[in-house]
């Protein structure tokens, strides 16, 4: 890495890499997030009804997906939109668990929570209006579980970078960084999807990076693309909505693929993740040699 970028990024500096440190690898159930495999967390953007979430996670993991997303506490823009179902919804995400083996990633929102959401999920979201509640991001590291933190949709990458340096401050290891798109002065899309920022992440700091194109365009006939180019960028994962029947989602629908797209989407993926496997070989090769 450049030492520019040890510089500039000097308040993260725990979250860079550095000799000894090239790559962390997160280990949940059997998977590792950050290593040789590719990971899929697909699943809807809300947890809504047993019939809804459990079809999702039968058919996510029957083609591909080794994570089961979705929420149960809602961070919502409308004070008046569906703000999840909360224990409810952790209940139906354990049991998607356990009848598909999937694991879960779900968010927390607030620090009360916490102990809740860590008894049911394997790995806890902090999304992007809470990448810079400290209070927050220092009690989910304490409690053990992995951290998926999303990027602000208004943080730089270096602000993201600091938000990742107090989980670990807080003697969590396991973060996992997502890019989910950031505002920028074009508003045609939800968000604008910054691929800069997954090649540059995975230069420069050993953190596992998951690409989220479903947040970071708002339009499901995009995903597809976005999620070919995070792959192409670096990523060692993705995070996508898939909802049975998008249009009567409780939230995100528009940005949703339905079971088929998914199936395409995830076909259209494997030349790409077969890429990145040869990449990650040569440079294996490169170190031992
Ligand atoms: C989500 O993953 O459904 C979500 C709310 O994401 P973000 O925090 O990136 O908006
Ligand atoms: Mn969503």
Redesign the pocket.
């Known amino acids: 890495m450049r030492p520019s970028w040890q510089e500039r990024f000097a308040e993260a500096s725990d979250v860079l890499k550095s000799e000894k440190h090239q790559q962390t690898v997160v280990r949940v159930l059997d998977l590792e997030i950050g290593g040789r495999d590719f990971i899929t967390m697909a699943g809807p953007?809300?947890v809504e009804t047993e019939h809804q979430l459990l079809s999702t996670a039968h058919h996510v993991r029957e083609h591909g997906a080794q994570i089961l997303?979705g929420?149960a506490f809602?961070?919502r823009s409308s004070p008046y939109a569906f703000q999840g179902h909360g224990l409810a919804g952790l209940k139906m995400l354990a049991q998607a668990r356990a009848e598909t083996g999937l694991a879960i990633v779900t968010?927390v929102m607030s620090e009360d929570d916490v102990p809740l959401v860590a008894e049911y999920a394997d790995i806890l979201?902090?999304?992007?209006?809470?990448m810079e509640n400290f209070t927050l991001l220092e009690v989910a590291a304490r409690s053990g579980r992995p951290i998926l933190l999303?990027?602000g949709?208004m943080a730089t990458i270096g602000d993201l970078l600091k938000s990742a340096q107090v989980v670990q401050a807080n003697g969590n290891p396991n973060v996992i960084l997502?890019e989910?798109?950031i505002r920028t002065f074009d508003a045609t899309l939800r968000n604008t999807f910054d691929v800069a920022a997954i090649a540059l992440l995975k230069q420069i700091s050993h953190l596992p990076v998951i690409a989220?194109p479903?947040?970071a365009c708002g339009r499901r006939e995009l995903v597809p693309a976005l999620a070919r180019t995070g792959v192409a960028a670096g990523a060692d994962g993705l995070?996508v909505?898939v909802h049975p029947d998008p249009d009567k989602a409780w939230?995100?629908g528009e940005q949703s693929l339905n079971f088929a797209e998914f199936d395409a989407m995830m076909a259209s993926l494997t030349p790409y993740i077969a890429l990145r496997e040869e990449a990650l070989a040569a440079q294996t090769l490169e170190t031992v040699g």
Do not use: F, N, V, Y
């Open positions: 953007c809300s997303r929420g809602k961070p968010e979201q902090i999304g992007s209006r809470s999303k990027r949709m997502c989910r798109g989220d479903s947040h995070l909505e939230s995100d």
